[in-house]
């Protein structure tokens, strides 16, 4: 009898200790996959892989500039060394076709490759105005000069003063838009003075306007017609479409005793050959040891291409940052900013991802 | 025919034809035969300087000399002397009593060659002390027919080449430490012994087991004598008493006159029980060798002794140990009692409670033992998950039911138990990293470590001991185990939102390893006293406990293997 109480003593021990453990079951995970964004190829002959999620490589995309032009680019980072590869996407010149984007279909999309460009200024009738310019050069020195140098395809800020001004030191900028002349959207407009009242035109008037002086919107109307003061203004007259499509133009005009006195343009002289229209091209960035090598400063990429397939538009996690992915291939050269170091790609090929926006 | 018997059939035919009858040859031929035996010849002879000797003056019969031939001549010369005629019938009144005058010549010799002879008057005295006492019972010629089926040869065979066996193996193992081999062929040369009208000498030193065979059966099949109180008396010297007084109740019923009669003496016996004159039913019945010892016994055995010695078979040849004897009853008399069952009848009245009771073979042979017991263990065994072989500890508990064969399984015991078994690992190692891909381009990773360190088992046993000795068993078991719980630490991180959580001594998880199994075992047991066994075993079980997939082994087999060294404590046995 009494080993039988032992017992039941040992029992109800035994289970209030099995009930009073911790009892925390193996948490559910998901199943896992393959990675799906990946890079491979030979890359001076030797073999590179990248996966995204794999070996602290990350996948980073958005939105970028390329020498100010807009431009989507997506970017495998490894955290743990410095070799990155790095895909952009200069946007076409219409983005958007009805409210989806327009990027570009299946086939074979063009390297940018840069091209220099040297453009000259017309002052119109005031001939001595070319003697009071001073252009910034790529240093920030400012300088008389006739003509300006353009290196690479992009939107270029021309920072100008003029002597001989009531205020030499007031710094003017100009945007040029070397290599990416507008073709679809046309913001160019007509610069009317009569006394001390400017009228601006555009030459196409389908478009949403919108008009800038000196940094000031003035309109939204298609034409802006005021009273200017006399001064150097800068006029920028920008278009959208309703897809969301834009572009823009930008002038420099004097008005002087209460009427025009000229209106920069600037024109191109012949001295460079270059291509006038690079939207929509390809470039390829590679970071090899903790140096950038880039495929838009080989010419070597003039004659190949970025061939694209099974280009999906997705809808990244939080929704509101639409993607587009792809598979590719394509064969490259990139050389290093001096020109001193180059990276044969070969065979790359795999699935990447561009972000539409930041 | 020999010149001797040829003078002998002459002096015959003399005698024919002067008492005018018929005499032929073969009559003397047949005589002849009757008087080949040495005690017969012997008896004769010292009949013959009896009456010359001590009678007849003057004719002198040199035994050594005098031939079977010369005897008539003697008698009718002494018959002339004394003027007594002769008559045939002399000789067929010395034939009638050859056996007595055989006898006491034997007694006479009085050394170790004693041949005894047992006369149905012997039990006559028996049965009047039996009376006397209350105990009597009618004997019947049943009874040894009874007993001898039961001893047949083919049961004596097969019983010799057992417990031969047993012996071997006994031997075989006895680095372990056994010591107390049976006298398997104990039975066997009792009864052998009876065959050969034993001598005195050869019982000397003997047990009482020994003395209870003389008891039983001397010479006489057709007659038995039976002593109850035998069966109880287990442990002293004395039991030759039993012989000793049984000779002389012998020689007080034979037909030779107490005078006549030689005293026995022996050295080595209890003094107490040498009887020279008196009552030899009283000493008999009475002899402190048997009521003394029977009546201890009787008081101190226990039901568990008992049952417990009728359960782990009969003890034949431990009767040397003494120590051995004062833990166990002694059942050599259930392999040799051939008594009926009206025999049984008579001690149950002697014992009333006590179970014990008659050993007949029958019934001891169908007692059966239950009993129930507590178990532990501490041994090692292999720790799972390396590929070379690495132990860690190993504990178990649990209870333990036996119960005792019977029959032709007698020297079995078959037995279930139910043990919680304890192991604790160092290499049941579990990392899960889970890499989810996204199409955005982003991943989750989840991350789980897992340690598994202690595994807990319920196993169920069922297993089979033999036993080799008294106090020594081997066990073969197969079982069913199935895992009860499992102690780990556990570590994990499952979201980019949530940190690191650790959570130790968690018993939640037992993924990964093996829910059932099956356990083959084989072990020795040592039994040190009535509660107390101890036990060593070894066990391996069938299933690879561990999942290599799930935890990332090398293809490797986990096994259970054990060695396991254990206590038994007997918790109540109840015998039915």
Redesign the interface.
């Known amino acids: 009898m009494l080993?039988t109480k032992y017992i039941w003593v040992l029992a109800v021990i035994g289970i209030i200790s099995?009930t009073g453990?911790?009892?925390?079951?193996?948490?559910e995970?998901?199943?896992?996959?393959?990675?799906?964004?990946t890079m491979g190829g030979l890359v001076n002959g030797e073999e590179v892989n990248m996966s995204?999620?794999?070996n602290s490589v990350?996948?980073?995309?958005g939105i970028s500039s390329m020498n100010g032009v807009k431009a989507y680019f997506?970017e495998m980072e490894s955290l743990t060394s410095e070799d990155n590869i790095r895909i952009e996407f200069v946007r076409p010149e219409k983005e958007f076709t009805g409210m989806n984007y327009t990027l570009f279909e299946e086939g074979e999309l063009p390297f940018l490759t840069h091209k220099k460009g040297k453009v000259k200024f017309d002052f119109g009738g005031v001939g001595n105005e070319l003697n009071n310019l001073r252009i910034a050069d790529d240093n920030g020195n400012f300088a008389n000069v006739s003509t300006h140098e353009i290196q690479q395809y992009g939107y270029k800020t021309l920072r100008l003063k003029f002597d001989q001004y009531q205020n030499s030191n007031e710094e003017f900028n100009i945007i040029l838009k070397h290599g990416f002349s507008d073709e679809l959207m046309n913001p160019n407009f007509q610069v009317q003075t009569q006394l001390d009242t400017v009228y601006l035109e555009p030459l196409v008037s389908d478009y949403n306007h919108e008009w800038y002086i000196d940094g000031v919107l003035v309109s939204r109307e298609i034409t802006y017609t005021d009273v200017l003061s006399d001064g150097i203004h800068q006029v920028i007259h920008i278009v959208r479409d309703d897809s969301g499509n834009e572009s823009f133009k930008t002038v420099l005009i004097r008005q002087k005793w209460s009427k025009e006195f000229w209106q920069m343009d600037v024109n191109y002289t012949d001295e460079y050959e270059f291509d006038a229209y690079n939207y929509g091209q390809m470039v390829v960035s590679m970071q090899k040891d903790g140096e950038w090598y880039r495929s838009d400063i080989s010419s070597e990429n003039a004659s190949t291409s970025f061939t694209v397939e099974n280009v999906s538009f997705?809808?990244?996690?939080s929704g509101d940052?639409p993607?587009v992915?792809f598979n590719f291939t394509f064969d490259a050269v990139l050389v290093n900013e001096s020109h001193t170091d180059s990276l044969i790609l070969t065979g790359m090929n795999g699935q990447f991802?561009l972000g539409l926006e930041n | 025919m020999s010149d001797a018997n040829r003078h002998m059939d002459e002096q015959f035919r003399k005698m024919s034809e002067e008492l005018q009858a018929n005499y032929h040859q073969d009559y003397w031929k047949e005589a002849s035969k009757l008087m080949e035996n040495d005690s017969l010849d012997q008896a004769f002879k010292d009949a013959a300087s009896v009456y010359t000797a001590a009678e007849v003056g003057g004719i002198e019969l040199a035994s050594g000399s005098l031939g079977d031939a010369f005897m008539d001549d003697a008698f009718r010369e002494a018959s002339k002397q004394v003027t007594i005629p002769y008559e045939s019938a002399f000789w067929n009144e010395l034939e009638a009593n050859r056996a007595d005058i055989e006898m006491n010549t034997a007694f006479h010799q009085a050394s170790g060659a004693v041949k005894a002879q047992y006369s149905p008057t012997f039990w006559g005295d028996a049965n009047a002390a039996l009376q006397k006492e209350g105990l009597h019972y009618e004997y019947k010629s049943a009874y040894w027919n009874e007993a001898r089926d039961l001893l047949d040869k083919v049961d004596r065979r097969s019983f010799f080449f057992r417990w031969s066996g047993v012996a071997v193996l006994l031997l075989l193992i006895s680095f372990v430490g056994l010591n107390e081999i049976r006298d398997d062929n104990f039975v066997q040369d009792s009864r052998q012994r009876n065959l050969n009208k034993t001598t005195f000498g050869e019982n000397r030193g003997n047990d009482n087991q020994v003395a209870r065979t003389e008891d039983i059966g001397i010479e006489n099949n057709s007659t038995e004598l039976y002593n109850p109180n035998s069966y109880l008396n287990t442990a002293d010297q004395n039991s030759n008493v039993n012989i000793n007084t049984q000779f002389e109740n012998a020689n007080n019923s034979s037909p030779i006159s107490n005078n006549d009669r030689t005293e026995l003496t022996d050295a080595e016996a209890d003094s107490d029980a040498r009887v020279e004159n008196g009552d030899p039913t009283n000493q008999f019945v009475e002899g402190p060798a048997i009521n003394e010892g029977s009546e201890e016994k009787i008081e101190n055995i226990k039901e568990e002794d008992l049952s417990l010695e009728i359960a782990e078979g009969i003890n034949f040849g431990n009767h040397h140990d003494n120590k051995a004897k004062s833990e166990s009853f002694d059942f050599a008399p259930l392999y040799i009692n051939p008594l009926p069952s009206s025999v049984s009848k008579i001690e149950q009245k002697l014992s009333r409670n006590v179970p014990f009771g008659p050993p007949t073979i029958e019934k001891a042979l169908k007692m059966t033992r239950h009993n129930f017991a507590l178990i532990g263990g501490i041994g090692i065994g292999n720790s799972y998950g390396f590929e070379t072989m690495t132990t860690t500890p190993r504990y178990s508990a649990g209870l333990e039911y036996t119960v005792n064969g019977s029959g032709a399984l007698r020297q079995f015991e078959f037995g279930v138990n139910t043990m919680l078994n304890y192991s604790t690992h160092e290499n049941v190692r579990k990392e899960i990293k889970v890499d989810s891909f996204l199409v955005d381009g982003s991943s989750k990773n989840y991350w789980v470590s897992l340690r598994v360190f202690d595994l807990f088992y319920v196993n169920t046993n069922a297993f089979v001991n033999y036993r080799i000795g008294l106090k020594h068993k081997l066990r073969f078991g197969l079982g069913v185990e199935r895992l009860a719980m499992v102690q780990s630490n556990m570590s994990y991180k499952i979201g980019d939102d949530t940190g690191l959580e650790t959570v130790n001594n968690n018993w939640g998880v037992k993924r990964g390893i093996a829910q059932w199994d099956m356990r083959c075992s084989l072990g020795y047991e040592y039994r040190l006293n009535k509660k107390l066994s101890m036990n060593i075993t070894g066990a391996f079980g069938l299933a690879d406990r561990t999942a290599n997939d799930f935890y990332s082994l090398e293809p490797i087999n986990d096994r259970e293997m054990n060695i396991m060294f254990g206590v038994k404590y007997n918790l109540l046995t109840r015998i039915r």
């Not at chain 1, 453990?21 to 948490?27: A, F, N, T, V």
């Not at chain 1, 995970?29 to 964004?37: A, F, R, T, V």
């Open positions: 080993k099995m453990c911790k009892k925390e079951q193996l948490p995970l998901p199943e896992g996959n393959d990675p799906i964004y995204v999620g794999e990350v996948m980073r995309h997506g997705i809808a990244n996690e940052r993607l992915a991802l």
